[in-house]
């Protein structure tokens, strides 16, 4: 139990991934306007030609800001999804592995790719469940993404105590560990 991290330097490491993620989403959202403007267009004219009350609402120019903040908001969470895979094909993301450190199984040893996927799963359930609200059934996907996103939220504050795990890491029985006192390479 003295090899596993606290709650401090997994903050630390998430720190570090946020300023990665949204370097990543900004060179994403740079290249959406210039990709998918044609086909936004389209789809804001063919909202307002097709339907008059929404027409009398909002001008063009309100869906077209709607729709850019949709697309920045579905490639954030795609970029954080993608770039916190590495969690689940190296058992760390790059802030771990510049602190140093690496998820292990409960008694340190390496953990496999399935409680790796699980605990990727459960740690960004509310932006699995982002994406999805905005790909098919928004109130849906919204509220449950929302309500275990807070739920896990409130976990990782587990890891400020006596057994140094967040409630995914919990669930998963996995931990988190300097590299190199847990005896992976």
Known sequence: MENRIGFGPRLGAYVIDIVFVWILASLFSAMVPTLLADAAQKQIDDTLSSNPMVASVYTGEMLKMLLS??????FVNL??????????????????????LKIA????????????????LLKHISKVCAV?????IPALFNFFGSLFGFVIFIG???????????????????????KNESGIN
Do not use: P
């Not at 970029?79 to 140093?100: P, Q």
């Not at 999805?132 to 098919?136: E, G, K, Q, V, Y």
């Not at 795990?165 to 931990?175: E, G, K, S």
């Open 79 to 100: 970029a954080r999804l993608i770039y916190f895979s590495t969690e689940i094909f190296l058992g760390a993301s790059v802030g771990k592995i510049i602190l140093g």
């Open 132 to 136: 999805l609200s905005m790909l098919c």
């Open 105 to 120: 199984n409960a008694d340190g040893g390496d953990a496999s790719k399935g409680a790796l996927l699980g605990r990727y």
């Open 156 to 178: 990782c504050f587990f890891a400020a105590g006596d057994r140094h795990q967040a409630l995914h890491d919990m669930m998963c029985h996995t931990v988190v560990v300097r």
């Open 69 to 74: 903040v949709i697309r920045i908001a579905l």
